[in-house]
Structure formats: structure tokens, C-alpha cells
């Protein structure tokens, strides 16, 4: 632990991991989203993660025509590591919505919900869009792979909508999420059977979150 702290333990460092792991990103994406983090001292956690081999980084040409930093297959298994962290937070620290102050994006919710998805529960081909407030990502199942993205995808099969108090209740395992459903606080619409392939999956997940009480 202590070893494993003195790589990830300063501050920014996990929350740069977390930005990785839906995919490469440039130093301006990673900018804009950290909100609160001086220019320099991201320039310095990236130089030391590249370092430790957490993350690396590459060129990519035309149309993006940029520089940008993705996770090596070290920081994969880093990243999977912090899903338990997130659910302890969201479970025992996040009663609400994000305050005022507080940044959040879907994106960051369904990125650890997709690490916690299982091989067998990722038997069908369906992309959704998921809507919490004013802000949408994207959950989409490929054979056998579940990944997000923040940019449209196109012909979503289904759409989830809530707002980010419920989404904080069903993250944590607080509302089942069949009753928000059926309350109303989550409204669902488009492919019967996308729709009817994600409930379930979407109950293991709530069912693995609870027994880790």
C-alpha cells in the first residue's frame, strides 16, 4: 500500500486516470475537465505517470493533428482497481447531487459501471445514451466489450434518462433502479429489446454494489 501510494497518492493523479480511461486525450481535453488544476502541475503529474509507466504518449495525425496521453496496459489495471474506490465514495460520501461547486459528468459514472460489468453479461450488440441533467455519454456493447464515449454515437439503440440526484441514489445502491423506473425518476425510451437486455445488466451491477455492504 505504501509503495502503491507513492505513485498514485498526490493529488490529481487518480482523477488523470480516470480522465484515460474512456480513451486518449490531449492536454487541453484534460485541461478543460480538471477543473482547478494549474497548467503546470498537470504538465508535471503527466510527465511523472509517464514515467511510472501509467500512461503514454503519442501522436496522432490528421484530422486531429495532436499529441494526446492514453493509459498503458499498467494504468489499465490501475484503473480497474479504482472502480471499489468509486463505489465506497458514492456509497458513503455523495448523499446528493454535486453541490454548486462540484463538477460531473456521466461519462465518469458509466466509465466505472463498465468496469464492473461481466464477460457473460455482455452478450448482445446495443449502444445507449444516458442523460443526467444537462450533460449525455454514451454506453456501447460490441462483442463482448463494453466502452463510453463523451461524443455522440450515432443511432443510439435506446435512451436513459434521470437526473443526477436519482443517478446518485442508484449508483450507491440506495433505489433500486427498476423502482426509479417505475416512479418515474428514470424514463427509458427507444428499442424494446436493447431496453429489456439492459435492466438486468444494469441490476447485477446494483446487486454486486449492495453486497459489498
Known amino acids: 500500500m505504501s509503495r502503491a501510494l507513492d505513485i498514485v497518492g498526490e493529488r490529481w493523479t487518480l482523477l488523470i486516470v480516470r480522465e484515460l480511461m ?39 495525425g490528421p484530422p486531429v493533428a495532436s499529441t494526446v496521453y492514453e493509459l498503458t496496459d499498467v494504468g489499465q489495471e490501475l484503473a480497474n482497481s479504482l472502480a471499489p474506490l468509486a463505489i465506497w465514495g458514492v456509497r458513503h460520501q455523495i448523499s446528493a447531487g454535486p453541490d454548486d461547486h462540484e463538477t460531473y459528468h ?42 463510453v464515449a463523451v461524443n455522440g454515437v450515432d443511432g443510439a439503440d435506446a435512451v436513459v434518462t434521470t437526473d443526477p440526484e436519482t443517478m446518485a441514489a442508484i449508483s450507491g445502491g440506495r433505489v433500486a433502479i427498476g423502482d426509479a423506473i417505475g416512479d418515474g425518476r428514470v424514463t427509458v425510451e427507444g428499442n424494446p429489446d436493447a431496453l429489456a437486455f439492459l435492466l438486468p445488466v444494469l441490476e447485477g451491477v446494483q446487486e454486486r454494489i449492495t453486497a459489498r455492504l
Open 106 to 147: 456521466v461519462e465518469w459514472t458509466l466509465l466505472f459501471l463498465s468496469r464492473m460489468l461481466r464477460p457473460a453479461e455482455l452478450s448482445e450488440n446495443y449502444s445507449y445514451e444516458v442523460r443526467v441533467g444537462d450533460d449525455a455519454a454514451w454506453l456501447t456493447i460490441r462483442d463482448g466489450i463494453a466502452s
Open 22 to 60: 474512456s480513451g486518449p486525450k490531449r492536454y487541453s481535453d484534460l485541461a478543460g475537465t480538471l477543473v482547478g488544476i494549474g497548467t503546470s502541475l498537470l504538465a508535471n503529474r503527466l510527465k511523472q505517470l509517464d514515467a511510472d509507466g501509467i500512461l503514454t504518449r503519442r501522436y496522432v
